[in-house]
């Protein structure tokens, strides 16, 4: 028991040391603009801003560097006019599939696609940054170009339904650890699992949708669903003539712990995934 207080300890001091590394280590504010129907020709695009000064970081997107784009490209891109936007510097070869602006792109903006074989420019409608990370389909169809909001339900569905289950089996696997090895004790654990998870899980990514708190709203979201199991553990699963009923509330502090730092170290690591 001691020994497993230390290690709760320990892993609680490496948590508070871990956040801020991953707080800015964390995902940015992102609009990613998909490409459909190419034609066969060359295809350069931008992002114009709605708003004046707005540029992105290079090392936050996939964008063409200086010595990968062509002169002639960046002068046409530059030099065209449309009212209430700005060029931004910012060019991408849609060749590659799509645009990634990753790091703080405009609220308002419009994408702009010039053909550099023909000269011929395709200016869309106005759109917004509607999201945490905004997925936007460009289609070009009929010598127009056409974008639709598609961001990835599915993907993020898949990838909540993921956290949700590793969480579950880590905190199944420590459950022995703590004496708690019945059929009986570790199916209702993986019950309350269920149900804090899937809480935890929607809220942390309502948060992120909206305004791409995960870190922060993670650990708060975190904290509390620990508060909820710790007293129903510590009501619902002491161990029999063993230990007091406290060792269900050390085993719920211990194993979400845990499961929180291995959460926050897969959602930086594999952006993608978590």
């Known amino acids: 028991m001691k020994k497993a207080l230390k290690l709760l300890l320990g892993l609680a001091l490496a948590l508070s040391l871990a956040v801020p590394a991953l707080a800015d280590m964390g995902p940015r504010p992102s ?7 190419l034609p066969d020709t060359q295809v350069y695009g931008t992002i114009l801003s709605g708003e004046a000064d707005v540029a992105p970081s290079p090392w936050y997107s996939n964008m063409l560097g200086e010595q990968e784009m062509p002169a002639e490209v960046a002068a046409a891109l530059a030099g065209y006019e449309a009212e209430e936007v700005y060029f931004t510097g910012a060019v991408w070869d849609c060749s590659a599939g799509a645009m990634s602006w990753s790091q703080n792109p405009p609220d308002s903006f419009r994408v702009l696609l010039y053909m550099p074989g023909n000269g011929q420019f395709l200016l869309s409608d ?10 936007y389909t460009a289609s070009l169809a009929g010598g127009t170009l056409a974008l639709s909001r598609s961001y990835d339900y599915a993907g993020e569905l898949g990838s909540l339904a993921l956290r949700c289950v590793l969480t579950i089996a880590l905190e199944l696997l420590i459950a022995p650890v703590f004496g708690f090895k019945t059929r009986r004790e570790l199916g209702f654990i993986a019950v309350v699992n269920v149900a804090t998870q899937l809480a935890l899980n929607l809220a ?14 993670f650990i708060l979201l975190e904290a509390l669903v620990t508060l909820a199991e710790a007293l129903i553990y510590r009501r619902c699963l002491p161990r029999r003539g063993q230990n007091p ?9 211990f194993s ?3 499961s929180a730092i291995a959460g926050l170290l897969l959602a930086c690591a594999l952006p993608g995934m978590f």
Do not use: C, K, Q, W
């Open 256 to 258: 979400n712990v845990l």
């Open 204 to 217: 942390a990514n309502l948060v992120h949708y909206f305004s791409g708190g995960f870190t922060a709203a």
């Open 126 to 135: 106005e759109l917004e940054h509607y999201a945490f990370d905004s997925y």
């Open 245 to 253: 009923p406290r060792e269900g509330a050390v085993y719920a502090v």
């Open 31 to 37: 609009v990613i603009v998909r490409m459909e129907n």
